[in-house]
């Protein structure tokens, strides 16, 4: 017996084993620039070389105002993939971040929405990469993570409604508020999170650096498309 407890423990202490007391294993972060936000992600930000899922029942609901802090501070192109409502410039440059580095991307189909993602990812070049589309089964998921893991960027993948399960580590909802966007973690390494994270920092911090009719209401960074 001694000998069985022996050689399993020669086992277990190969740096390949991972056991649960070790706790979850770093993984390069960028902060996401809201504090309640950082505090309750693993890493203490948005994953890099991975790819997020955020659900937003409704475009426009702050989803951008959530992701430009990470965005302007990834320095690096930016590549949107077939945003729902077209991106709106000025608030855009108000959030700091450069319309020179913008790629918005329209496919024609789902298939090719999800073959640019998964090429945007696997560059090297993107800082970050963001695809509005619903239904990507496990399969597409899975190679969109490999993609990130090669490119090494930060991945979004926003959606109206979540799937069931998913390799993607983490899943966020966001929801609009009166006091400001509310987020809640749905699905990160750790145990669950129950309460929503309110976000109220999000459009004062931005309303004081944009012209008044950006702050009054275009914080979303789309606009019709009339």
């Known amino acids: 017996m001694d000998t069985q407890n022996s050689s399993l423990d020669d086992v ?23 504090a309640a936000l950082d505090a ?12 997020s899922e955020l659900v937003v029942r409704r475009p426009g609901s702050g989803e951008l105002a959530l992701l430009w802090p990470v965005l302007r501070r ?73 993609a990130s893991r090669e490119g090494g960027g930060c991945g979004f993948l926003l959606c109206a409604r979540a799937a069931g399960a998913s390799p993607l ?17 749905l699905k990160r390494r750790g145990s669950p999170l129950a309460e929503a994270i309110m976000l109220t920092e999000t459009n004062h911090a931005l309303a004081g650096a944009v012209p008044a009719d950006l702050a009054a209401g275009r914080l979303s960074g789309h606009r019709n498309a009339a």
Request: net charge positive; charged share 15%.
């Open 169 to 185: 580590p983490l899943r966020l909802a966001l929801e609009a508020t009166p006091a400001g966007p509310a987020v809640r973690v």
């Open 40 to 51: 309750v992600l693993p890493g203490g930000g948005w994953p890099r070389a991975s790819v």
């Open 74 to 146: 990834c320095n690096q192109p930016v590549v949107l993939i077939q945003p729902p409502l077209l991106p709106y410039a000025p608030a855009w440059q108000a959030a700091g971040v450069a319309l020179t580095r913008l790629i918005w991307v329209r496919p024609a189909s789902r298939a090719d929405a999800l073959w640019a993602m998964e090429q945007a990812l696997r560059e090297p070049g993107c800082g970050a990469v963001l695809g509005w589309m619903d239904g990507v089964d496990d399969r597409a998921a899975r190679r969109l993570l490999l």
């Open 12 to 34: 277990l202490r190969h740096p390949a084993i991972w056991r649960g007391e070790q706790g979850a294993v770093a993984q390069p972060c960028l902060p996401s620039g809201h």
